[in-house]
């Protein structure tokens, strides 16, 4: 094997695509990188049948509950069902900042998943609450759950499309939210 070597010059003068070429013939193999590709398509079957059936499965459920349901209900271990949802609430949001204050990548599944419990937490706040509760329910809904979700989700979406922008093998053609997976 003959080695080569490219100077700092010669990148330099290379054009975007003759750079991402580049990349693409220094990288691993896929079969180092990726998982074999029948386990990849079953998984992806799997995946795609249960979301699918899922959704197919809910819309008579949530029909037959909009019928059935009573308006009022006692609920047991309701105030461990509030804590411990709290408590999910707050290692989420300790994991997020943990991982923001780290500068790690991941930073971006708990800081999304941090956004939906809180939109989820601001709305069972306000549909369960008492006549004599609506209003500060409401208030903390729109001047706090409501606004930190939407940085948390924004910001965690932000994250991605820079990844996807910052990959060296990026199509800056496509769409960062149109780019497909690798496998």
């Known amino acids: 094997m003959t080695a080569a070597w490219i100077s700092d010059d010669e990148i330099a003068g290379m054009s975007d695509e003759e750079r991402r070429e580049l990349i693409?013939?220094?990288?691993?193999?896929?079969?180092?990188?990726l998982p074999r590709p029948e386990v990849v398509k079953v998984h992806r079957r799997v995946r795609l049948a249960l979301m699918v059936g899922g959704c197919i499965a809910l819309i008579p459920w949530i029909v037959y509950l909009g019928f059935s349901l009573p308006t009022e209900y006692y609920a047991r271990h309701w105030s461990m069902a509030w804590i411990g949802y709290d408590i999910l609430l707050v290692l989420m949001m300790a994991t997020t900042a943990y991982l923001g204050w780290k500068r790690r990548v991941?930073?971006?599944?708990?800081?999304?998943?941090?956004?939906?419990?809180?939109?989820?937490?601001?709305?069972?706040?306000?549909?369960?609450?008492?006549?004599?509760?609506?209003?500060?329910?409401?208030?903390?809904?729109?001047?706090?759950?409501?606004p930190l979700a939407g940085l948390q989700i924004s910001g965690a979406i932000m994250l991605l499309r820079f990844l996807v922008l910052a990959h060296p093998l990026h199509d800056p053609a496509i769409n960062p939210f149109r780019t497909r997976l690798p496998f």
């Open 106 to 146: 991941m930073l971006l599944l708990p800081a999304f998943a941090t956004g939906i419990l809180l939109l989820v937490d601001a709305w069972f706040d306000i549909v369960t609450a008492g006549a004599g509760d609506i209003w500060m329910s409401i208030g903390t809904a729109v001047l706090g759950e409501i």
């Open 24 to 33: 693409r013939r220094l990288q691993p193999p896929p079969e180092r990188v």
